[in-house]
C-alpha cells in the first residue's frame, strides 16, 4: 500500500465527510466526562435510540431500508413493490440499523469473556503465521506454499475455497496471480467480507515481510479456526448473510507502485465481479453488491502499532471497534495500551479497498497507521512483532465480527 499525494482523489473524498466525523468526535468528548456515569449513560441513550426508531418506525425503517431516493420513489408510488422491500442489495443498510439501535451489541461480561477470551487459541496463530513467514512473491514456490496453506486450513474448518486465478502484464512481463476466496455459505447473498494480501515485495530480497501482510493472514486463519463452531451454527441460522475471506495476490508493486503496478488482485477481482450478475428473489445487481462491507487488514501485528478511523461512511462500525476495546480494557479481558484510536485521519492511503470503494462498496481499513518503523524493510521480521497486542486484536475482531453476524453465545 502506499500513501498518496494531495493528487489523490481519495483525500478530496473524505475531507469532504470530515465536518460531519468531527461533529461526532466532539459528542464522544462530552460522553467521556465522568467516567462512572458512563454505563448509566450509555443504557440511557441505547433506550432513547431505541424509542426513538420505534416512533418513527414506518418511515425511518424505509429510509434505512432503502435509502432516501428510493423511499421517496416507494411513497409516491412510482417504484415497483419489490424495490419497497427488504432484499439482498439493500439489506446491509437495515442490517447497520440493527445492530447499532436495537441493541444486538454484545455487551455483557459473559459474552464478551466467550468470544473473547474463552474461544482463543494463539498456538494456531503462531503456527499459521510461522508457514506463512516466508518469501511469497508472486508466481514463486513460497507463493504456492503459502496459497496451498491458506486453502488447506480454510476447507479443514468447511469453509468453500475458489481460486481465482488471472494473467496481467507487469514490468517484468505476464505473470499469473491467484487470489484465494473462502466463503462460509456460498448461498448466502449477502457477505461480509474480510481480506488481506498474501504476497510478499520482491525487495529487498528474502524479505518476509511480517506484518506486511503475513500477520493478517494468520489472524484470518486463527479467526476461522477459533470461531468454528460459532460460525457452524450461524451458517445454519442465517440464509441471508455470511462470512467472506479473500486473500489477494500482486498487492505489492514490482517495481515501483502505479495505477498499473500494483494491488493486481483486488483491481481483477473487483472488475470481475462487477461485470458478473447476481440475481436473488427477483432482485438483480452484480457480485460486488454482495459485499455488506469490506474489512481490509494490513501492515498489522508491530510493536506500536495503533489504528485510526480512516473512512467516514463506515464510522459506526470503526467506533464498534473502539467500543469493544474498551469493554475488553474494563472488564481486565485485555492488558496494553489502545490499538484503537477514536481519532479520524484523513490519510489517502492507496490499498487493496479501492477497487471496491470506487464501487461503492463500503470499506472498513484497517491498517496501521503511522506505518510500521520496518514498512518494507529486512527488519518486517517475527522479531518486530508483539504477540501480546496481536492477540487484543484477534479478541477484539472476533467481537465484532460475532456482533456483525448476530451471533448468540
Ligand atoms: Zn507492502
Known amino acids: 500500500m ?17 465536518e460531519t466525523d468531527q461533529t461526532q468526535q466532539q459528542g464522544g468528548r462530552r460522553d467521556r466526562t465522568g ?6 449513560n450509555t443504557e440511557k441513550r441505547e433506550q432513547d435510540k431505541i424509542k426513538g426508531v420505534k416512533r418513527g418506525l414506518t418511515l425511518m425503517e424505509m429510509i434505512m431500508r432503502n435509502g432516501l431516493f428510493q423511499t421517496a420513489l416507494c411513497l409516491v408510488g412510482i417504484s415497483s413493490p419489490v424495490n419497497c422491500q427488504v432484499n439482498w442489495k439493500n439489506g446491509k443498510n437495515i442490517h447497520h440499523q440493527l445492530t447499532q439501535q436495537q441493541g444486538k451489541t454484545i455487551s455483557t461480561t459473559e459474552d464478551l469473556t466467550y468470544f473473547a477470551n474463552n474461544l482463543i487459541n494463539e498456538r ?25 496453506h491458506i486453502i488447506k486450513e480454510m476447507r479443514r474448518v468447511g469453509w468453500s475455497v475458489d481460486q481465482h486465478a488471472f494473467e496481467d502484464n507487469t514490468p517484468f512481463g505476464k505473470y499469473t496471480f491467484t487470489n484465494v476466496i473462502a466463503t462460509l455459505n456460498p448461498d448466502a447473498p449477502r457477505r461480509m467480507v474480510i481480506a488481506c494480501h498474501y ?21 484470518m486463519l486463527n479467526l476461522a479456526k477459533t470461531m468454528r463452531e460459532e460460525l457452524r451454527e450461524q451458517k445454519k441460522n442465517s440464509q441471508d448473510l455470511t462470512i467472506q475471506f479473500l486473500f489477494f495476490d500482486g498487492e505489492e508493486a514490482f517495481k515501483r507502485w502505479t495505477s498499473t503496478d500494483s494491488i493486481y488482485g483486488s483491481r481483477r477481482l473487483a472488475s470481475d465481479w462487477e461485470k458478473k450478475p447476481y440475481s436473488h428473489n427477483g432482485v438483480s445487481g452484480d457480485h460486488n453488491d454482495r459485499i455488506d462491507i469490506f474489512v481490509l487488514l494490513d501492515l498489522l501485528g508491530a510493536r506500536d502499532m495503533t489504528l485510526s478511523k480512516l473512512e467516514t461512511s463506515t464510522g459506526d462500525w470503526y467506533d464498534n471497534l473502539v467500543r469493544i476495546e474498551q469493554s475488553l480494557q474494563q472488564r481486565g479481558l485485555i492488558k496494553g495500551s489502545s490499538i484503537f484510536n477514536r481519532n479520524f485521519l484523513p490519510a489517502g492511503i492507496e490499498d487493496d479497498h479501492i477497487p471496491f470503494k ?25 522479531s518486530t512483532l508483539d504477540f501480546e497486542r496481536i492477540a487484543n486484536f484477534n479478541k477484539v475482531l472476533r467481537v465484532f465480527v460475532a456482533e456483525y453476524l448476530h451471533m448468540n453465545t
Open 199 to 219: 504476497d510478499s515485495k520482491l525487495e529487498p530480497r528474502g524479505g518476509v515481510f511480517a506484518s506486511d501482510s503475513a500477520v493478517p493472514c494468520a489472524m
Open 2 to 18: 502506499i500513501v498518496t499525494g494531495a493528487a489523490c482523489p481519495v483525500i478530496g473524498d473524505i475531507t469532504a465527510k470530515l
Open 358 to 382: 470506487r464501487r461503492n462498496v463500503p470499506i472498513l481499513h484497517l491498517i496501521a497507521y503511522p506505518f510500521p518503523k520496518q514498512w518494507h524493510k529486512m527488519g518486517d521480521d517475527r
Open 35 to 40: 467516567q462512572n456515569r458512563k454505563q448509566e
Open 124 to 148: 494456531n496463530f503462531v503456527k499459521n503465521l510461522d508457514t506463512i513467514l516466508i518469501p511469497r512473491t508472486v508466481g514463486s514456490e513460497g507463493s504456492r506454499k503459502v496459497r496451498n
